[in-house]
């Protein structure tokens, strides 16, 4: 099984306010889309970054090729034991997901 890294353009993680990270995963075409949609468990993703399942938001969003997730973060931004302020280092983790 590939990794997700290795089937689409990009894959990037930003801050989504002191309490949310997205992830957004560029497919760059409908085949790598439809591929990424079925193949890519939000529970999964989920477990990747502890979070609770119920937390995860996922956006297919087929107009432009791209899925979005968010997710609550682990810790508030900016506070003592947060170890990613700008949420950048979400992207690399999820990008070595294998994809079915």
Do not use: Y
């Not at 894959?11 to 949310?20: M, Q």
């Not at 477990?47 to 979005?68: Q, S, W, Y």
């Not at 968010?70 to 990008?95: F, N, T």
């Amino acid at each position: 099984m590939p990794d997700l890294g290795s089937l689409v353009h990009k894959v990037r993680s930003k801050n989504a306010g002191p309490f949310w990270v997205t992830l957004d995963i560029f497919c760059g075409d409908a085949q790598t889309f439809a591929r990424v949609c079925h193949g890519l468990d939000t529970a999964a993703v989920a477990a990747l970054f502890g979070a609770a399942p119920d937390t995860v938001k996922r956006f297919d969003i087929a107009d432009l090729n791209v899925v979005k997730i968010s997710l609550p973060r682990p810790v508030i931004q900016g506070g003592v034991a947060d170890r990613d302020m700008h949420g950048a280092a979400w992207g690399p983790l999820l990008s070595e997901m294998q994809i079915a």
